[in-house]
């Protein structure tokens, strides 16, 4: 029996027919998604090179040893830089190119935080010696910050860079075991150079915090270690995460370096041995804040990914009742899959678009910080604080929701999705651990609280002054603030109508965090025990859905037709509904959801106030239903950059599931390799227990 009859026609004419009743234009879609036509055109363009590329083949990728993954990592790096010349991409094509990859690379390191920070801090002495070569990657860097012992709280870094004015040098030393640079991608085996976040201690011995510092780590001869330096690779990863990068450890024996090798666009030492301090206390934060800007686009495409796969698999998977055409319907199709699905793809959308516009506020914040203007820095880090641990939280839940509701075959390697969560799972801890930076998200908002209050108490400004003077993180506070009638603002009475308003949701978010940043301001004596918890998530997702209003505003100047704005709108305003079932605690605790008086000669309401917000959740994922494939087909992804066997555009999932079963290397043989030895003794050995048994 052929492969095609034994695995029958169905998944094709049921993936066709989801794509006929889709009534939205792909093509537009996809490009505002993808910021326009000509930009999605090019990026496919980019795609298509590498994919056929056979240094980028996928087959057999699952079977390999993590030292096989890490060299061939390494011929995809040298291959990508090849392109580059061949076909003049820029290097946004290559950040592009990196991420259609799927796999992070040993050189990502270098792009994402090595680089940047270097062009951004470095003094025009360093740059003149060395800005070519980092851009050109005549040397591989890494970035030095996380410690065995310390990560998150930078400042209790133990690594020390002592200045030495008789020789005008630093010394780089690691004073103990914990204070040994761990964790660092590219350090093991890759990177000759690296910047190294480092405690400054000035020649009278006192300690002025942490400062960047580049240092060359290996010869550019043979590639081995310079004297004083000690570095290895950490091992492997969770779940066999990053398996392709040498994230590594690193310990300095008192290495010197010289004095302008300090990253002193901001600070610096004089030849004396004064220290000159920044513009910004955190001014060298620069290079996690473009981390944290670029995590956000990650996490929307990461989950993009993931929902892709999940949906197109739940679309041609039949399971369970009877539908009309006498098969089993499809599981898209069932309330208690599309409910978990939906809100998914929603966040998918919002993050990508949220993403783009992060990347444009750190990039504002860049420019000005180069003129010595350092206004933007304190609301960009307030933001991207947040932002990441939002972002990174929900899409680390979303693989696993998406995962989970593939059923059984959403275990297998095959289907794809395991390996994307593998690779995002760390993104909750690195570039600060969210619980951590929760507080800073709280420490922002009490800032801005106390200003709002005591400008207020002054009455020195009216009240529209004083609203237009918070920073959009903190926005929402503006609702604390009396009415001009000196009358106190309430939230908004609830009609069923109300949850299709997206006006109405954004102001129910943003009374939530300004009510919940009142309460821990009272009670900051003595807090409730995830008090900070909730008022970060619930600063962010105000902070979020203005965002959101925005999004929604654009859409009305978009090049897509009025019918598909309609159901970008409608993704969008699931969005602001999930946001908020999801924190319902929040919501009830401070009585928002608010309802007109009951006329007693109605039919009885629900005893549960959240019913009519559940049931336009449903409402809204009935309408999306038959836009699912449309709206997921729009993020543009190849079957090679997906790389799952239940998430292939045509939708044959069994045939690509089986034929994926058969590259294993254990059935390459009948009989397995350790049965003489293994297998053969255990059965001879129970069968002669059997029949003493009988005896």
Partial sequence: MSHSTQFGTQNLSDMQSARNRASVDIASIRAYLHDGRETWEHKYSIVSVISKDPIFDVTGKDFTTRSQR???ALARMRRIYELQEEHDWTNLDILFALLAIGETLPIHLHNVAFEPVFLAQASKELLKEYADLVIHRGILGCYLQTELGHGTNVGALETTATYLPDTQEFEL???TMTSSKWWIGALGKTATHGVVQAKLILPDGTDVGPHLFFVQLRSLDDHTLLPGITTGDIGPKAMAGYSAVDNGFARFNRVRIPKWHMLSKFSHVTEDGRYVRPLHAKISYGGMLYIRSGMITGAGWSTAKAITIA???ATVRRQGTIGSDGLELPVIQYPSVNVRLFPILARAYVFIELGRAMVRSFAEMSERLATGDASLLAEVHATTSGLKVLCSSASVQDMETARRSMGGHGYSAFAGIGRHYAESLPSVTYEGENYVLDQQVVRAALKAFTMLFKNANSQRQKTSELASSLPPSSAYLRLL??????????PPILLEAS????????????????????????TSHSPDATIYQRVSKASTEAFVAGRVGEMLALLRESEMSTKDQEVVRRLYILYLLTTIEASLTDFLSFGLLRFPPHDSRELPRSRDPARTLRLAILRLCEDLLPEAIGLTDAFGFTDWELDSALGVYDGQVYKAL???????????????EGYEEFIKPLLLRGQRLARAAKL
């Fill in 70 to 72: 890490y060299r061939s």
């Fill in 658 to 672: 089986w034929e994926q079963a058969q590259t294993e290397p254990l059935n390459q043989t009948e009989v397995p």
């Fill in 311 to 313: 949906i197109r698999y």
């Fill in 481 to 490: 603030l009396p009415e001009p009638d000196n009358s106190q603002p309430e």
């Fill in 173 to 175: 030393h690691s004073p």
């Fill in 499 to 522: 949850w299709f308003d997206p006006s109405v949701l954004i102001t129910l978010l943003e009374w939530r965090a300004s009510l919940l940043v009142h309460e821990i301001a009272q």
